[in-house]
């Protein structure tokens, strides 16, 4: 299985946004994830359509759009027509999310359903076929720099089997306190998608960081 590295621009520079861009990419980076926060699903404000367009413009590397806001249905085309590849929407926020995730393919887009830590994966039980990943938060959404969740591994093991038993393609990607402790458990419990911020954009040599993420988590 393939470890596909997703750097969090939620910690990167964004002054700098180009630039660090840019570093990751040339390092080897497989996707750049784009957290976008409304303040009301989360404690926290972020960025919107303009900063995912402009990075469209600015890199080469699919834009992994992980949408923590409160009503997902209402900008998924705007988010698909600024070049999100990849659109994850919460689980915790949609009534009908057969139909949300059918439309962000529809739009041409990846489409995945996140879940907190203190949501169950029973509640992917009548979507299985329509995820092409599945987010798995290990940290509680809203901020970067927190301490891993130690029991995510066990969700996302028991994820792998659950998608398993479904005939479920679907990927496994967690977010949250992603690091170089961690990467090589996280992908032997069933992890292809490794999203980290502070540990790569964190670091003194980003570029090194991601590299150094990689080796991690394919360690043998």
Known sequence: MKVRIAPSILNADFARLADQVAIVEHAGADFLHVD???GHFVPNITIGVPVVRALKRATALPLDVHLMISDPDRYLEAFVDAGAAMLTVHVEVLPHLQRTLARIRELGAKAGAA???GTPIAVLSE???DLDHVLVMSVNPGFGGQHFIPRSLEKVSA???WLA???SPAAIEVDGGVD???AHALVSAGASILVAGTAIFG???PAAATV???RAADAR
């Open 115 to 117: 879940i907190n830590p």
């Open 212 to 214: 150094a993420l990689r």
């Open 36 to 38: 976008v926060m409304d």
């Open 159 to 161: 994820l792998r089997t």
């Open 180 to 182: 170089l402790g961690n």
């Open 165 to 167: 038993a479904s005939g």
């Open 127 to 129: 979507v299985a076929s």
């Open 203 to 205: 670091a003194p040599d």
